[in-house]
Structures are given as structure tokens and as C-alpha cells.
């Protein structure tokens, strides 16, 4: 259960967040809205990147902001980056291994656990392989993979199916659906493709420049009136 | 797919790490160098060029601190002449004060060095990239006018050593099982290999894959739970111990250090044979240290002016940076397997026309 509640960021002159609220139960939850709605931020708000100006985060119970940026992966934060970000000098392996021992899981269990990763999210792969000689759709694959190792108890995916062929795109789905299940772990997905965003989201949030502006079953969210004029723009403009 | 099936998904069949033929065979090819190089060498080589290679070995172990910053973490530092400077005044310090065993002298000096070095990396907690270059080059700068006016120790009292009125300095002792010139070189040839052995274990392990990280993206590497002013001040203080014991190795085989030896330039000159060796492999670094230090050996017994280095160097960096960024260490072996095969593709085709000419 993540509790979001008046949490406002201001980047320069911009209100980038103005006092967003939402609760995040569990599963896999969508934060949708249109470019520059504040998604990235939010993410970089639970990140650690950026400083809210007010506001807080309450991760089960948690004070998330109060946590240094590095040591809410200890925590059991993940999270992929809108440009995938697998580290191109190491293998698959050790792109995964990584996040685990900077976790808090003991160094034992270290190459079963990266192995099961690899396996989840469907890597057919020698793991030795170096990342940079990996395609995009394998790339975004060894990033889910190194989000879900080491029992994670958040993971924010930024757009995770950009520029993926829709095949790719079903994969990853599944994939997405699977981890909250596999880990114990509540996702939050950030996505425009809005298949992808009800394939796997029970519930989801929209935000709009800055303010959450429905939230709940995924379903109603996307036939909610102000949702789609957030999108779309109001009558009167077109 | 559902959760399931993924679940179920083959796991990638994984050959054992370690148990392929070429795991065997790199270290025995390591290991038949290191033995021709340290018995082999010396015996075949006149003394001018045993004492060149001692100076390839030492600045090898230089490049190498150079190259784990610039490759491995992506720090570019313009001041590891200056830190080597430090090691050798620290190391001349100690021998003319103490009677403290070569290999102990060599210890302190690059744990001292290493103290000092992680402060000249300080800065690059906050910058990168250039600013980064022109801070730890001002560092550099301010070290050689220190030094300058402190001389290196001469077996004279007091903090800084230096006797100003010494007629005759004392020479600086070398160790007892190394006071020749080829045993001094093999002396430092299994010293570096140390050093090189300390870097590989950092590369290939928890700290590798930090700065791995770190050097694609700050970002990334924070989000994976890395403590980047930790690593990155890591790597200085690596960098800047191997150094140090670099320094160590240049007092015992100069005898005689000035502050002249250590111009601010030097560290410039250093980052572009560095560049041109290949900062991503381990190997780059002997290449520079071959190109920084038996290279103008070479001009010089053929009557070559040195100095023509500089112009050559500028080239070199100019061609690594445009077509071949990995370094000679990597570009090399590509262009004798093209030759070769270019060779065979003649032998094959001048094979060919000679049996249809009866």
C-alpha cells in the first residue's frame, strides 16, 4: 500500500506535482495521463532525484522520502527508466546480480535467484551475454528482470512497452501482470499504450498537470468524462 | 502468456563458468609472459633497454590507475602525473628516514598517496567531463609548484628531507634482493602484476559492476541501490594507491628524483597514450606505458629527437578518438586478422590461377 498524499514538486517556475493524492493498494496499478502530467516526476519523487517542496510518501507505512536515494533499493525499490538503462559493459547476469547485492538478500542464494529472474521474464538467452550486443525488446526484458530480483516491494515501470512491436509488447504484458504475484511486489505502470495499461492495471490513477484526477478500476478511469478531455482537450478548443 | 507458463519457461542452458577450454588457457599464456618477460628479457636485452622497461613496468601501473578512472567509471582526472609524483616523494621520504623493509616502503607510500589522491578526487563527487579535467589539472599544477619549491628528499633533515647545500646526495636504496638494474626490473614487473591482479579483482566483482553502472548512468546506478560518492571516491582511492606504489617502484630505480622529472604536462601526455592504448581493457595500459616510455628509448638510440612523440601522440589520440575508441589493444588484433585473411584470400587466389596455368 503506497499512500501519496499532497505531494507537490516545483522545477523551476513549473508545478511539475500540485498536491497529487492517490493510494496505491496493490497489484499492478496504472498512473496514466497526457505528456507533462508529472509521471516521470512522480516516479523521480520516489526515486529520490527530485525534492518535493511538500507532501509525502507512505510506502507500508514507510516514510519513503525520509530514506537516502540509494538505500530505497535496499528498501525494495525498483524501477526501469523511460530509456532502458541495463548496463551495456556487463553481461545479463551481472546486470541482475547487481540490484541483488544491493539488496538485502544474503550473498548465498545470489546466482539461483538471478537465474529465476532471468527465467521470469522469459529471456531465452545465454545470461554471459553482454547487454550491449541485446536488442531493445531484450534490453526492456533484462530491465523487468532486474526489477523483480531480490524481493522487491515496489516497482515503477516508465513506459516499459515504448517503441515495442506489438508482439514484444503481449510478452511484456504477461510479464507485468505476473509480477506482483511472482514478488510480493506492488507495481505502478507508467504507459500510453492503453492496452497495455488495462491488460495488466486493476486500478489506475490519472494525473493531469500535476493533480490526480480520477483513480480507480481501470475500466471506469478510462470512460471517466474528465479523463478523456484531459487527452483529448475540451469542446469548446476544438 | 500467462503467469504460469512464464514461470515453466526452459531455463537457458548454462555452461558452467569456468569450465571451458579458454578459461584454462589465458592464465597459461599470462603466466609463459610474465616468465619470458622476467628471465628471458633481462638476459637478451642490453642494460639501456632493461632500464627503459622498468620504467614501461612502473608507468604501466600508472596508466593502469588512469584507465580503471576513465575507463571502468568514466572519470577523466588530467593530475595522475602529480599523484605520482606524491607516491615518489612519499616513498623517498621514507627511505632516506627509515630502514623500514622496500616492499613496506612500497605499501605506505601508496596507502599514503591513496589518502591524499581520494581528496584530488573530491571534486568529482560534484563534476565530470571537463570541469572535472581542468580542476584535477589546476591540482596537478599546484602539486608540481609545491614540489618545486620542496624539492625531493635528499637525505637532509626535518619534514621535507632536503638539504639545499649537499654537496653529494645519497643515492636511494633499492632492496636487497633487487640492487641490480635487471633484477630491479623484474622487482617491478611482479609488482605490477600485483597491481594489475588488485585491479582485475575490483573490476570483475561488486565494485566493477558498481562503476559499470555508474559510468552509463548516475541515475541508473543510484536507482540500483549504488552508493555512487562512495564508488566513485573508490576508484580515486584505487587508482591513486597503485599510484603511489608506482611512485615507490621510480624512486628505488631513479635513485635520484627532481622535481623537474614531474612537469604538469606529463599527466596530459599520460591521458593520450592511455586513450590510445584502450581504456577499456586491462592490456591498454602496457600498451602505453610501451608507447609513453620504450618508444622514445627506441628514437633515442636511433639518434631521434623525442620530442617528435608529442606530435605523434596528438595524431594517435586523433585517430583512436575518431575510428577506433576501444584503443590499439583492441584495433590491433583487428586489423592482423583482416590482414591475414586479405593474405590468405591472395594465397588462395594465386593458388588457384597457378593450377589452371599447366
Known amino acids: 500500500?503506497?499512500?501519496?498524499?499532497?505531494?507537490?514538486?516545483?522545477?523551476?517556475?513549473?508545478?511539475?506535482?500540485?498536491?497529487m493524492s492517490v493510494n496505491f493498494v496493490q497489484g499492478t496499478c496504472g498512473?496514466?495521463?497526457?505528456?507533462?502530467?508529472?509521471?516521470?516526476?512522480?516516479f523521480n519523487v520516489l526515486s529520490g532525484f527530485v525534492r518535493p517542496v511538500g507532501g509525502s510518501v507512505r510506502a507500508y507505512g514507510e516514510d519513503l522520502l525520509g530514506m537516502v536515494h540509494f538505500r530505497r533499493a535496499r528498501w525494495g525499490l525498483r524501477r526501469s527508466f523511460q530509456t532502458e538503462q541495463a548496463i551495456e559493459q556487463l553481461s545479463v547476469f551481472d546486470n541482475v546480480a547487481m540490484i541483488h547485492e544491493h539488496s538485502r538478500l544474503s550473498r548465498a542464494s545470489r546466482r539461483q535467484e538471478v537465474l529465476d529472474a532471468i527465467s521470469f521474464v522469459g529471456l531465452e538467452i545465454d545470461p554471459q551475454a553482454k547487454v550491449a550486443t541485446l536488442?531493445?525488446?531484450?534490453?526492456?526484458?533484462?530491465?523487468?528482470?532486474?526489477?523483480?530480483?531480490?524481493?522487491?516491494?515496489?516497482?515503477?515501470?516508465?513506459?516499459?512497452?515504448?517503441?515495442?512491436?506489438?508482439?514484444?509488447?503481449?510478452?511484456?504484458?504477461?510479464v507485468i501482470k505476473a509480477i506482483p504475484g511472482h514478488t510480493g511486489a506492488l507495481v505502478i505502470l507508467v504507459d500510453h499504450d492503453m492496452s497495455l495499461v488495462s491488460a495488466c492495471c486493476g486500478a489506475t490513477a490519472v494525473l493531469d498537470f500535476g493533480t490526480v484526477i480520477a483513480s480507480g478500476p481501470t475500466g471506469e478511469v478510462l470512460r471517466d468524462e474528465k479523463v478523456m478531455r484531459a487527452y483529448l482537450g475540451t469542446e469548446e478548443i476544438v | 502468456?500467462?503467469?504460469?507458463?512464464?514461470?515453466?519457461?526452459?531455463?537457458?542452458?548454462?555452461?558452467?563458468?569456468?569450465?571451458?577450454?579458454?578459461?584454462?588457457?589465458?592464465?597459461?599464456?599470462?603466466?609463459?609472459?610474465?616468465?619470458?618477460?622476467?628471465?628471458?628479457?633481462?638476459?637478451?636485452?642490453?642494460?639501456?633497454?632493461?632500464?627503459?622497461?622498468?620504467?614501461?613496468?612502473?608507468?604501466?601501473?600508472?596508466?593502469?590507475?588512469?584507465?580503471?578512472?576513465?575507463?571502468?567509471?568514466?572519470?577523466?582526472?588530467?593530475?595522475?602525473?602529480?599523484?605520482?609524483?606524491?607516491?615518489?616523494?612519499?616513498?623517498?621520504?621514507?627511505l632516506f628516514a627509515t630502514a623500514l623493509p622496500f616492499p613496506i616502503v612500497l605499501l605506505l607510500a601508496g596507502l599514503v598517496t591513496m589518502a591524499l589522491g581520494t581528496v584530488v578526487g573530491l571534486p568529482a563527487l560534484r563534476l565530470s567531463g571537463l570541469y572535472l579535467a581542468l580542476i584535477t589539472l589546476m591540482l596537478a599544477g599546484a602539486i608540481t609548484v609545491v614540489l618545486a619549491t620542496t624539492n625531493f628528499p635528499n637525505g637532509g633533515h626535518g619534514f621535507l628531507g632536503y638539504n639545499s647545500n649537499a654537496l653529494h646526495t645519497p643515492a636511494m636504496r633499492r632492496p636487497t634482493i633487487a640492487s641490480s638494474d635487471p633484477a630491479f626490473f623484474r622487482y617491478s614487473v611482479i609488482v605490477g602484476a600485483l597491481m594489475f591482479l588488485l585491479a582485475l579483482v575490483h573490476v570483475r566483482t561488486r565494485?566493477?559492476?558498481?562503476?559499470?553502472?555508474?559510468?552509463q548512468s548516475e541515475a541508473a546506478a543510484r536507482a540500483a541501490g549504488i552508493n555512487t560518492t562512495l564508488y566513485k571516491l573508490w576508484a580515486f582511492a584505487l587508482a591513486s594507491f597503485v599510484t603511489g606504489v608506482a611512485g615507490g617502484l621510480l624512486a628505488g630505480s631513479s635513485r635520484y628524483l627532481y622535481s623537474i622529472d614531474f612537469p604538469t604536462q606529463a599527466s596530459i601526455t599520460l591521458l593520450a597514450v592511455v586513450l590510445m592504448g584502450g581504456i577499456f581493457s586491462l592490456w591498454g595500459a602496457i600498451v602505453a606505458a610501451l608507447l609513453l616510455q620504450l618508444l622514445p628509448a627506441l628514437l633515442n638510440s636511433w639518434g631521434v629527437s623525442p620530442d617528435w612523440l608529442t606530435i605523434l601522440f596528438g595524431i594517435g589520440v586523433l585517430q583512436v578518438l575518431t575510428t577506433a575508441p576501444a584503443g590499439l589493444v583492441d584495433q590491433v588484433p583487428k586489423d592482423l586478422a583482416r590482414v591475414g585473411r586479405l593474405l590468405s584470400g591472395v594465397a588462395r587466389r594465386r593458388a588457384r590461377t597457378g593450377e589452371s596455368t599447366p
Open chain 1, 1 to 19: 500500500m503506497i499512500e501519496v498524499s499532497d505531494l507537490t514538486v516545483r522545477l523551476g517556475g513549473v508545478t511539475a506535482l500540485d498536491s
Open chain 1, 31 to 42: 498512473l496514466i495521463g497526457p505528456n507533462g502530467a508529472g509521471k516521470t516526476t512522480f
Open chain 1, 135 to 174: 536488442g531493445a525488446a531484450q534490453r526492456r526484458l533484462v530491465e523487468v528482470a532486474r526489477a523483480v530480483v531480490g524481493e522487491p516491494r515496489l516497482v515503477l515501470l516508465d513506459e516499459p512497452a515504448a517503441g515495442l512491436p506489438d508482439e514484444e509488447t503481449e510478452h511484456l504484458s504477461g
Open chain 2, 1 to 94: 502468456m500467462d503467469a504460469a507458463s512464464l514461470e515453466g519457461t526452459a531455463r537457458p542452458s548454462l555452461s558452467p563458468r569456468g569450465l571451458d577450454a579458454r578459461t584454462f588457457v589465458r592464465p597459461a599464456v599470462i603466466v609463459a609472459l610474465l616468465a619470458f618477460v622476467l628471465f628471458a628479457l633481462p638476459a637478451l636485452l642490453s642494460l639501456y633497454y632493461v632500464d627503459a622497461l622498468t620504467q614501461v613496468a612502473i608507468y604501466a601501473i600508472v596508466a593502469l590507475g588512469l584507465g580503471l578512472l576513465a575507463g571502468r567509471v568514466g572519470l577523466v582526472s588530467l593530475g595522475q602525473a602529480a599523484v605520482l609524483a606524491l607516491g615518489a616523494w612519499v616513498a623517498a621520504r621514507l
Open chain 2, 207 to 215: 565494485p566493477g559492476r558498481a562503476w559499470a553502472a555508474i559510468r
